[in-house]
């Protein structure tokens, strides 16, 4: 072999094992999977993408994020057992109430009266976020704050007289959920009630086996039932609001100043979600009054009696569930009498 072509061949083999070396040296991106429940084109498929974008910008690619809305990844259920196991990183879902009892919490009836209350109960310094953060921990999950979408209401095909008298009997009946605590709400406010199954509720106000139904925030209401909802009450009965969770196997592999830029993002969103919620409620109350459904909003001191109303008597039905050392937390947080 000649001495050039022993010199090429002496470079070609340094020049590769350079690109080797400095190959081996580069970390690669960190990718995480961010799992949602909402369609693609709701605020919560939003936020996610929102929150995904910030941390790979903020982290300089150093972490990856893919979203999956739309409950892509299977349903809430699926991907909190996932979060537990660390087989998903990032989740904005329902907390699913077979796991824990304190999951229940957010989704009682009148955690909060109007959007001022909710700004309090929902704070991220409150009893409820707490309380939330311990028992996600205890399941390996981290618990990163409530994405709110909303507050529910009363829609029917007849209109309903006296709605926040509680003594007084109405002649409507209002579908429920299969959950308990649904039929027991309908039933303080002294309704009559049925349980439907959610894919089987338009038929049901179609053909007058319910007068209407109970949970379903202006959105809901307008997007699937405008065509037979023809009245619709905004009394805040029920919050719809979503929990921002990471695994805790996937946290750990954050660096502090990573840890941080999600918690930043994450923040970021769930604030932003407050008012975002309220803006996105007025715009289909709006919706509704354009398409000819007849609309009554009340204040927070208007819905105070019936809060409260509903809160010593349904609270306590729901007891036996709750436990009894959760109940009595949950009665001083609230001041029940």
Not at 58 to 85: C, F, H, W
Not at 143 to 160: A, E, H, S
Not at 205 to 222: E, F, I, K, R, S
Request: with cysteine; net charge neutral.
């Amino acid at each position: 072999m000649s001495k050039k072509i022993f010199a090429v061949c002496t470079i070609a083999v340094c020049i590769s094992f350079l690109i080797g070396f400095v190959g081996i040296g580069e970390a690669k991106p960190l990718l995480v999977r961010i799992g949602g429940q909402v369609p693609v084109d709701q605020m919560g498929s939003i936020a996610i993408n929102e929150i995904a974008k910030e941390i790979e910008t903020k982290t300089n690619g150093a972490i990856k994020a893919r979203t999956y809305p739309a409950s892509q990844l299977g349903d809430y259920v699926l991907m909190y057992e996932e979060l537990m196991r660390g087989d998903l990183d990032m989740a904005m879902i329902t907390a699913p109430t077979h796991v824990d009892t304190r999951f229940v919490l957010p989704w009682m009836p009148y955690p909060a009266k109007g959007w001022n209350d909710a700004k309090r109960v929902f704070d991220k310094n409150g009893w409820l976020v707490k309380t939330m953060i311990a028992a996600h921990k205890e399941k390996g999950v981290r618990f990163m704050g409530f994405f709110m979408n909303g507050f529910g209401g009363v829609g029917t095909t007849k209109p309903v007289k006296n709605i926040l008298d509680f003594a007084v009997p109405k002649n409507i009946v209002l579908r429920c959920s299969p959950i308990a605590h649904s039929r027991y709400l309908v039933e303080s406010l002294n309704f009559r009630s049925v349980t439907i199954p959610y894919a089987e509720l338009y038929v049901s106000l179609q053909t007058g086996v319910a007068d209407g139904w109970v949970g379903g925030n202006p959105a809901y209401n307008y997007t699937g039932f405008r065509d037979v909802v023809k009245y619709y009450y905004q009394i805040n009965n029920e919050v719809n609001a979503d929990q921002v969770l990471i695994s805790e196997t996937t946290w750990k592999k954050f660096t502090p100043e990573q840890q941080k830029i999600v918690t930043e993002a994450i923040e970021r969103q769930n604030k932003r979600s407050f008012e975002s919620a309220e803006a996105e409620d007025q715009k289909y109350i709006d919706l509704m009054k354009k398409s000819g459904i007849k609309v009554y909003t009340y204040t927070e001191e208007e819905l105070s009696k019936t809060a409260e109303h509903v809160r010593s008597v349904v609270w306590e039905q729901m007891k036996p569930d709750l436990g009894e050392n959760l109940y009595k937390e949950l009665v001083k947080e609230f001041n029940i009498k």
